[in-house]
């Protein structure tokens, strides 16, 4: 006996998850509002490249969950602020267990705020440095599964050696494909991802 005939149309539809988040609110928005969706402001751009820099070896979400400590001990990504830290900020920013306590860190985020002043003083922009290394998209197509993301590639790598040319440091080719996800200058959400980002 054959099983009988099943009118697809009386099935539930089959609702598309997130491709990272699920289940997790904090989570959920930041992949439904932030990864992937460009980035051009100076501001945005310096606190992703720091929190990139501060994730390096960690799981994302805890430096997600940290972020809001974050804005407070660095200003809230002020760079003309952070740029002014010296030893006595160094000292208390390595006593506050709100963050992470990296030193090399956390130097590397006041040296890239002095980096990025300098750059704006010289006339550029870190939004001009960034884009200017986006991949050609118009035969893009997702990632099917995370097996397909890259961890770094020719264009994260001549990014890093372009952010170091400016004095930037602890942005590595790694670090800088992060931040280029996270600024929307490369799309990673798998092919299945319902999200639909917005250039």
């Known amino acids: 006996m054959t099983a009988p005939a099943t009118d697809v149309t009386d099935q539930p539809p089959l609702r598309a998850v997130r491709c990272f988040g699920e289940g997790n609110p904090l989570y959920e928005q930041y992949h439904d509002e932030e990864w992937g969706a460009p980035v051009h402001d100076e501001h945005a751009l310096y606190e992703r490249l720091t929190l990139e820099g501060f994730q390096s070896g960690l799981a994302w979400i805890t430096v997600l969950r940290k972020r809001p400590a974050f804005r407070v001990a660095f200003a809230d990504f002020d760079a003309e602020v952070v740029a002014e830290y010296g030893d006595e900020d160094v000292a208390r920013l390595m006593a506050d267990a709100s963050i992470v306590r990296n030193r090399a860190k956390i130097e590397a985020a006041i040296a890239n705020a002095r980096a990025l002043r ?13 884009w200017s290394h986006a991949p050609d998209r118009s035969a893009y197509v997702r ?16 990014l890093a050696k372009h952010l170091k040319s400016l004095g930037f440091q602890f942005v590595g080719p790694t670090t800088a494909y992060a931040a280029m996800q996270a600024c929307g200058v490369v799309d990673d959400h798998l092919a299945t991802c319902p999200v639909v980002l917005r250039n």
Do not use: F
């Open 118 to 130: 300098a750059l704006h003083a010289a006339g550029g922009s870190l939004d001009e440095v960034i």
């Open 143 to 158: 990632p099917a599964t995370w097996a397909d993301v890259p961890a770094t590639s020719a264009e994260s790598k001549a």
